[in-house]
């Protein structure tokens, strides 16, 4: 059972570990990836290009959105001021909700070894070779931000009202 439940934790720490610089480029690609195509202008090309190795247009489209939940209670509250109040006092009431979260960390003086991340690499589909060449990269920029955060981690596992 202590040597299943270690081999549990091990795994779901080195997935933590490789999560955390995964989501981190991901968060920077995201942002980039927006700066990037909110600084191209295509004004001036009638809103289309098309060069040697890629293609870009621009297109508008009106769309009904609907109303975002703070602009649709205040129009409600507007329109009907007394049940307004009640609505706002319904929000405002807070309630207990419990939640389960699992802490997690690795004995001082221990370490998690490279096969250890490399079957978390293998199970999100890596070849080998390929989680062998992106190993070492991961693990520079997941010790990177490891000295930003405290060791200890945790995941919410459960949770109620």
Avoid: W
């Avoid at 939640?99 to 001082?108: A, D, Q, R």
């Amino acid at each position: 059972m202590a040597e299943n439940l270690e081999g549990q934790l091990i795994e779901l720490i080195a997935t933590d570990r490789t999560y955390i610089p995964i989501s981190s480029m991901d968060g920077k690609l995201k942002r980039q990836r927006t700066k990037l195509a909110k600084g191209i202008d295509l004004s001036g090309l009638r809103g289309k290009y098309s060069g040697e190795r890629v293609y870009a247009r621009t297109e508008t489209e009106d769309r009904m959105k609907a109303r975002g939940m703070s602009e649709g209670i205040e129009a409600f509250c507007e329109a009907y001021p007394r049940q307004g109040e009640i609505l706002r006092g319904l929000i405002a009431e807070q309630r207990v909700q419990s939640e389960t979260h699992l802490y997690f960390g690795v004995n001082e003086g221990s370490r998690l070894s490279a096969d250890d991340y490399m079957g978390v690499m293998l199970d999100l589909g890596f070849t080998e070779a390929t989680a062998k060449r992106l190993y070492p990269e991961l693990m520079d920029i997941s010790r990177n931000l490891s000295k930003k955060r405290d060791e200890e981690r945790s995941v919410l596992i459960g949770g109620s009202e």
